[in-house]
Nanobody, 120 residues
Framework: QVQLMESGGGLVQAGESLRLSCVAS????????MGWYRQAPGNQRELVAM???????NYADSVKGRFTISGDNAKNTVYLEMNSLEPEDTAVYYC??????????????WGQGTLVTVSS
């Protein structure tokens, strides 16, 4: 079984920065992509950013130029550097893993979520 452990959420003021981390652990899995989604109250879960094991990235338009995603394949870890945070970034941030496990391609796993609150 694959597990995801997130860290780094918290309360900050607008304009400040936060760094989220997510570590994947378990056995018999190969990472295809890792990244972050978020869900604000009353909204659907939405993509923030994803990075493939080859280093290709995909960002939501709302975070381009402010957020940077990076991965460390050796540590099974993905990071999200969030700069110039805005109150609209307030949400629960969920780590997502797309992995091949026991020969099954691109299974999806989710973390428990970490709360990011940005005050104005």
């Amino acid at each position: 079984q694959v597990q995801l452990m997130e860290s780094g959420g918290g309360l900050v003021q607008a304009g400040e920065s936060l760094r989220l981390s997510c570590v994947a652990s378990g056995s018999h899995f190969r990472i295809n992509a890792m990244g972050w989604y978020r869900q604000a109250p009353g909204n659907q879960r939405e993509l923030v950013a994803m990075v493939t094991n080859g280093g290709n990235t995909n960002y939501a338009d709302s975070v381009k130029g402010r957020f940077t995603i990076s991965g460390d394949n050796a540590k099974n870890t993905v990071y999200l550097e969030m700069n110039s945070l805005e109150p609209e970034d307030t949400a629960v941030y969920y780590c997502r893993l797309e992995a091949t496990t026991f020969g099954v391609f691109n299974q999806q796993f989710w973390g428990q979520g970490t709360l990011v609150t940005v005050s104005s």
